[in-house]
């Protein structure tokens, strides 16, 4: 039995190499990320297949040829790659686990899940073992880069699973930026969760920047606020220590961190953007301040498989901030949205 599963992996999808015009590539999950690292693919060649819950956001990507159908289950019946990219890990345990409508229930033995959504270690793991059990494969891919990234093809992409399968895939990541394998399935996850605290202190920064309208030059900060900040590096935050820290406990391999995602579009160039858009007040370009909530949310909470509770006090700073951010009714900004909530502490108007 064993032993006609690698035939049958061998005849569909995967070791079969990819290329435009033969790999067929799904994809579930259109949004403002989603649907820009799809037109990529679409651009490079190759067949693609898309679900949506909301339909009419498909419609770009129906007109640059984009076959569009009704679950996910069908777009993993039309493809030999399935690409998620949906919001939280309830949403990537419906598409993908769902035995009825979800990617695994249509996808055939040799075909390959791979998951850009910022999720749960867990749930990886979780969806890793079942593709084996069904003949097919899963890797975690959650990329950082923002809207930015995923429309120049820039995004660093931490992928977690079989080393094999992530060369394989490799042509398919070389049109979304750059890959670099973490591990065992989930450590993509981990080392995307560790990132996003260096990314939520990226933006810290930015909001010390000249503001205009500001007699001063700069947002207006309390002298004793500004000396409760956490580090960058030492132990009372989040900084590039800890970060390491939890990628090395969660199971990335130390080798593998990827200075494009902390350095790169992931870290120190996020201090330019933020500022800039800051400066412009432009809240609505890039991620949903809703989504950074959430993945600090997972970088701090207890009983994730294995993992131990995380004490991470600048993560759970910002978090907070951010959580504010929702509060006030501003979940759907952008991360540089973050100075609206140091305005109203001090009592400067939006």
């Not at 297949?49 to 996910?72: G, I, N």
Request: glycine share 16%; charged share 20%.
């Amino acid at each position: 039995m064993e032993e006609e599963r690698k035939v049958d992996a061998a005849a569909f999808g995967f070791p079969g190499p990819v290329r435009p015009g033969v790999t067929r590539v799904g994809w579930i999950g259109i949004g403002v990320m989603g649907g820009a690292m799809a037109k990529h693919l679409l651009a490079a060649g190759f067949a693609v297949t898309v679900y949506a819950r909301t339909p009419a956001k498909s419609e770009s990507l129906v007109a640059a040829r984009a076959s569009l159908v009704d679950s996910p289950a069908a777009v993993a019946a039309a493809s030999d790659v399935v690409f998620t990219m949906v919001g939280n890990p309830g949403d990537v345990r419906a598409v993908v686990l769902n035995p009825t409508t979800g990617a695994l229930a249509g996808l055939r033995p040799g075909g390959v899940l791979v998951d850009c959504t910022s999720s749960s270690p867990s749930l990886l793991r979780e969806i890793a073992a079942a593709a084996s059990v069904a003949g097919c494969y899963a890797v975690d891919a959650p990329v950082s880069g923002g809207d930015v990234g995923a429309r120049d093809g820039t995004l660093a992409i931490f992928a977690g699973g079989d080393e094999a399968v992530v060369a394989w895939l490799a042509p398919l990541f070389a049109y979304l930026g750059k890959a670099t394998h973490m591990g065992a399935p989930g450590s993509g996850q981990s080392s995307k969760i560790a990132n996003q605290i260096a990314v939520a202190g990226a933006a810290r920064p930015a909001l010390r920047l000249p503001r205009q309208g500001d007699p001063h030059g700069r947002a207006r900060q309390r002298p004793e606020q500004q000396d409760r900040q956490p580090d960058r590096g030492g132990r009372r935050g989040g900084g590039p220590r800890r970060v390491r820290g939890l990628r090395q406990r969660c199971g990335a391999r130390r080798a593998a961190v990827p200075r494009r995602g902390v350095q790169g579009r992931g870290g120190l160039a996020h201090h330019g953007i933020f500022g800039d858009r800051v400066l412009r007040r432009e809240f609505g370009y890039g991620g949903s301040v809703r989504y950074i909530v959430k993945d600090l949310g997972m970088a701090l909470e207890v009983g994730d498989g294995p993992e131990e509770a995380n004490v991470l006090p600048g993560a759970a700073l910002y978090r907070q901030m951010f959580s504010a951010m929702a509060a006030n009714g501003d979940g759907d900004l952008s991360l540089q949205g973050l100075i609206t909530v140091v305005e109203r502490l001090n009592g400067i108007g939006k």
